[in-house]
């Protein structure tokens, strides 16, 4: 039986293999001309297509709107009675600088948040686009003992924002890993934990900022260290995503909340933190354990201007006067914004600064100095990134529907409008580009800051996004023309 038993094993391997084999020899035969059909890609010898354009470039050459077609298109929308008795604006030709239309440009004005404008143009241009925050954690004054060091990073998080935000921020997070892994390859379990916000200097708020920004999630006060710009769940813990419009009360120690945030991940991570965090001042020379940076200076600014960031605004500002060796302070980040500006040849008459973000009603910027930064960023690469963060017409940030009282442009210029937003109670500007419908690029700066009342800021609001369509609805030379040939000119 056994016998039997193994000669059937025998025959039944023997027939495998030969079945192997014939299936072998079948798909080798097969196999030539079947990666043939195949294809594989090879790099060609030459190129077999061209990218052609998505969109069509704005026109540098052509006909320009005539002052007198201006006249007649935006007339009517800066003179609406909501806007009250103060307009100011200007257009101009961003290839050549050449003012096409003007009404008060020089005079200066309540910018509001248009002048995150200069505060970005100054930081791009003194820092570089591709300028990083590092925050990090340093050795404190004995070896069981280290220090959060805080390094101007408007954008750092907590934990890591929800998938599909942009951009991703540097974490707490992972500078906790970090460090606990550094002190426990160094034998060290148990640390005490202090904090370093020293970097800026003077008040939190700025001139003219009352308390109320922070209770209704405007600001919170200005730190070298603070996480999630300081906004809170209902829980009142740090909020770990990019929510512009969470208008809870902020955080008004935000440093401090940093440390407990840091404090508990340590927890987290395996390392015991005694006692409170505390503020601490970290030694000049003092052994880094860890370090996280922010994301590129380019695509914060975009952040910045997206969602009108005051925080972001504001710590950039401070990172200019850093830069420039001055205090970084409020008072200090305003002259070196101011610099930055003269340098770039950007006229700098009758501005006054007191903040970054133009919370405070006291600065004054004049139409033509925005629509001079606006053509400086046309063609200075150093500062080109301004440009790509502006809100587009009804497509993004503060000019998409419902995200501010500048979310009526529509009909064709939708897309075809990219400005900067400002509002505060009783004022409305709006500085950026336009498309008109000959396809030439203009750049114009439409402001009032005497709206009779702050009832009227959306009226106010919807007349200055009538400006900015009929710019972008613009046949003005056709028009003027035709004006003119009815008069027999």
């Known amino acids: 039986m056994a016998r039997r038993t193994r000669l059937a094993a025998v025959v039944t391997l023997a027939m495998i293999n030969v079945f192997t084999l014939a299936a072998g020899i079948t798909v080798a035969r097969m196999l030539p001309p079947r990666l043939a059909a195949l294809k594989v890609p090879t790099v060609a010898a030459k190129p077999v297509s061209r990218a052609t354009p998505v969109l069509n470039p704005g026109l540098s050459t052509g006909s320009l709107p005539t002052n007198s077609g201006l006249q007649s298109a935006l007339a009517a929308p800066l003179s609406a009675a909501a806007l009250g008795p103060q307009v100011s604006a200007v257009v101009t030709d961003p290839a050549t600088g050449r003012v096409l239309w003007s009404q008060n440009p020089g005079q200066p004005s309540t910018p509001a948040s248009t002048t995150k404008l200069v505060t970005a143009a100054a930081a791009l241009a003194a820092l570089g686009p591709g300028a990083r925050f590092t925050t990090k954690v340093v050795r404190g004054a004995t070896q069981s003992s280290v220090i959060l060091v805080g390094g101007g990073d408007p954008t750092l998080a907590v934990h890591p924002f929800p998938a599909g935000q942009y951009p991703r921020p540097a974490t707490l997070a992972g500078l906790a890993e970090t460090t606990a892994r550094a002190l426990k390859a160094q034998g060290h379990r148990t640390v005490s934990l202090g904090y370093d916000d020293d970097l800026y200097t003077g008040p939190g708020l700025a001139p003219g900022w009352p308390a109320a920004y922070v209770s209704t999630g405007n600001v919170t006060p200005i730190s070298a260290l603070e996480v999630d710009q300081g906004r809170l769940t209902a829980a009142g813990e740090p909020e770990d995503g990019d929510n512009p419009y969470n208008l809870r009360a902020r955080t008004t120690d935000p440093a401090g909340m940093a440390a407990q945030s840091f404090a508990a991940l340590l927890e987290a991570d395996g390392i015991h933190v005694t006692g409170t965090p505390a503020e601490h001042e970290a030694r000049p020379n003092a052994e880094t354990l860890a370090s996280t940076d922010s994301p590129p200076l380019s695509a914060i600014v975009q952040q910045m201007l997206q969602e009108s960031n005051n925080v972001i605004a504001e710590n950039l500002a401070r ?54 930064t606006l053509q400086v960023a046309t063609t200075h690469s150093k500062i080109r990134a301004l440009l790509a963060g502006l809100p587009v017409a009804g497509f993004s940030g503060t000019l998409s529907a419902g995200q501010s009282v500048f979310a009526g442009i529509g009909g064709p210029a939708l897309g075809s409008v990219r400005a900067k937003t400002g509002n505060l109670d009783t004022v409305a500007t709006l500085a950026g580009l336009a498309t008109d419908r000959a396809g030439r690029t203009l750049a114009f700066a439409f402001m009032a800051d005497k709206i009779p009342a702050a009832g009227m800021l959306s009226t106010a609001a919807k007349a200055i996004d009538d400006a900015a369509a009929a710019l972008a609805n613009c046949g003005c030379r056709l028009r003027a023309l035709a004006a003119a040939r009815t008069v027999g000119l």
Do not use: F, M, W
């Open 319 to 372: 990172q200019v006067a850093i830069k420039n060796h001055r205090p970084a302070s409020y008072s200090g980040a305003a002259a070196a914004v101011t610099k930055e500006l003269s340098d770039l040849g950007i006229s700098t008459s009758g501005l006054h600064l007191v903040d970054g973000s133009g919370l405070s009603p006291q600065d004054k910027i004049a139409p033509a100095t925005l629509v001079t």
